[in-house]
């Protein structure tokens, strides 16, 4: 008898399983229509996905509208794999992660390492939070705080805190801050150079 275990299904979300999929290659033939790395532009200012913006790449990444997207001559075009998790994203509503919103704290716990924490209310315990790193124009070191949603639709009963570490390796020594965006925009997390006596996170927030 087999005691593996298969992993539970997961909605296909935007940033998790599509964003990755596109090249720097792919963002640099499309920039002349959109900047094809920009969640901005598959969704609306109030987070309803371009159904038709959306539908008509697939199409062309199929071969259904020409030209194929990738071309061949660029490394084109998708695997089967890839078109049927686009079209999948498609049928499930074009879903994305959330943004949290949280108390930050950052430690210097070495020369080279820096402990990120946040203190986090989540809407119920189903749901999930963690670090996203990112690029940013404005530090060399961003993250922004994710939140992902339960499959079930079932209302939460109670809200759950939670607290998170990012323990950030290599950290340049000459760094005193970390970009954090949240739902409730961009935070500049001050790094504390003398680490807290005690390690339970939570006493950070104390």
Not at 20 to 35: Q, S
Not at 41 to 53: R, S
Request: net charge negative.
């Amino acid at each position: 008898m087999n005691s593996h275990q298969s992993p539970p299904d997961r909605p296909v979300r935007y940033e998790l399983h599509i964003a990755p999929l596109f090249r720097r290659i792919d963002r640099d033939h499309m920039a002349f229509a959109f900047d094809i790395s920009d969640p901005a532009t598959f969704y609306e200012a109030d987070g309803q996905p371009k159904i038709d913006l959306i539908r008509g790449l697939y199409d062309h990444m199929t071969g259904a509208t020409t030209p194929l997207m990738p071309p061949v001559h660029a490394g084109g075009p998708w695997p089967r794999e890839w078109l049927d998790l686009f079209a999948r994203w498609i049928n499930e509503g074009c879903l994305r992660l959330e943004l949290g919103t949280a108390q930050y704290r950052a430690s210097r716990t070495s020369a080279t390492q820096v402990r990120l924490a946040a203190r986090v209310e989540l809407p119920s315990s189903d749901h999930e939070t963690w670090f996203e790193r990112v690029d940013s124009s404005e530090a060399p070191y961003a993250y922004c705080l994710v939140v992902e949603p339960p499959v079930s639709d079932v209302p939460p009963a109670t809200s759950d805190l939670r607290f998170l570490v990012e323990e950030l390796n290599d950290f340049p020594s000459g760094l005193s801050s970390i970009l954090v965006a949240d739902a409730g925009g961009s935070h500049v997390v001050d790094i504390a150079e003398d680490a807290p006596e005690s390690r339970a996170v939570e006493s950070w927030f104390a």
